[in-house]
T-cell receptor
Framework: AQRVTQPEKLLSVFKGAPVELKCNYS??????LFWYVQYSRQRLQLLLR??SRESIKGFTADLNKGETSFHLKKPFAQEEDSAMYYC??????????????FGKGTKLSVKP | GAVVSQHPSRVICKSGTSVKIECRSL??????MFWYRQFPKQSLMLMAT?????????EQGVEKDKFLINHASLTLSTLTVTSAHPEDSSFYIC???????????FGSGTRLTVV
């Protein structure tokens, strides 16, 4: 079964500290992985996807197929990074192709 | 570009009435749109895939007769919650994939409260 696991509900760090939001997935084929971010009272928006291998707002994420992980990292957290982060998987196994399966989300709180 | 507009953003209705939520792709055509539901403090759950010109595909456990989806044009999908009950109170979000961009674009969501 396809599943996305974000083990941490809340992650609290101080400004300037490194941050890593964990994401593990379960999928038998070749999934496409995403990170979405939802700032307070704003819409959900795409942060990055593993295919593009780009860095958005200083965040990076590497797909590790061996560990089935797609952890989101940033070397120096900023207060404006405080938000809800969702890891998501897209695949055709057992469902509508193109739909997303979301993790439960991790709330990142960056303290001054 | 690639904006998905969702309306209304917030609605309160009486138990037993029906509520329609609209999802529009403003600057692109979307043959497929997705409807999600988010319960408080829980993750987004896919409810159904809306297909332009054909019937929607519902996920297991989602009542087709309760959550009516219509995708009559390439830029508009509607979700109608029929005979709403308090347990239908939730946050509903739609999304679509612009053909020229990566990832999915989401609407701003609709907070439904059934009293």
């Amino acid at each position: 079964a396809q599943r996305v696991t974000q083990p941490e509900k809340l992650l609290s760090v101080f400004k300037g500290a490194p941050v890593e939001l964990k994401c593990n997935y379960s999928y038998s084929g070749s999934p496409e992985l995403f990170w979405y971010v939802q700032y307070s009272r704003q819409r959900l928006q795409l942060l990055l996807r593993h295919i593009s291998r780009e860095s958005i707002k200083g965040f990076t994420a590497d797909l590790n197929k061996g560990e089935t992980s797609f952890h989101l990292k940033k070397p120096f957290a900023q207060e404006e990074d405080s938000a809800m982060y969702y890891c998501a998987l897209s695949g055709a196994e057992g469902g509508s192709q193109g739909n997303l399966i979301f993790g439960k989300g991790t709330k990142l709180s960056v303290k001054p | 570009g690639a904006v998905v507009s969702q309306h209304p953003s917030r609605v309160i209705c009486k138990s037993g009435t029906s509520v329609k939520i609209e999802c529009r792709s403003l600057d692109f055509q979307a043959t497929t749109m997705f409807w999600y539901r988010q319960f408080p403090k829980q993750s987004l759950m896919l409810m159904a895939t809306s297909n332009e010109g054909s019937k929607a595909t519902y996920e297991q456990g989602v009542e087709k007769d309760k959550f009516l989806i219509n995708h009559a044009s390439l830029t508009l999908s509607t979700l109608t919650v029929t005979s709403a009950h308090p347990e239908d109170s939730s946050f509903y979000i739609c999304s679509a994939t612009p053909p020229t961009l990566s990832g999915y674009t989401f609407g701003s969501g609709t907070r439904l409260t059934v009293v």
